[in-house]
């Protein structure tokens, strides 16, 4: 979801009306789908406010940590220690199936 001020300043940009919806879209970081829902009045000028956007979802909660079998710093489960756990097994089914 895109943030209550940046949805304004894109309304806003559009009612100056001297730039090109493109143009705007570039500047803002907008699609240009949602510039053009903005200015055909599809999309209410409504966002996510900054506490929401701000994130007490599951990534704010990631610390980084050694993995002890690679010794690499991770967000645990460490992805490169399962895939080449699964290397082998994959390239054995494999010359199996040929």
């Given at each position: 979801?895109?943030?209550r001020v940046l ?12 730039m090109s919806r ?77």
């Amino acid at each position: 979801m895109l943030p209550r001020v940046l949805v304004l300043e894109v309304k806003r940009l559009l009612d100056e009306g001297g730039m090109s919806r493109r143009a705007i879209a570039a500047q803002t970081g907008v699609s240009r789908g949602s510039v053009n829902a903005i200015a055909n009045g599809e999309r209410g000028l409504h966002g996510a406010e900054p506490d929401e956007l701000g994130g007490d979802g599951p990534a704010r909660d990631l610390v980084a940590s050694r993995c002890e079998e690679c010794g690499g710093m991770v967000y645990m489960p460490c992805v490169l220690c399962e895939a080449r756990r699964y290397r082998p097994i994959a390239s054995h089914t494999a010359r199996r199936a040929a």
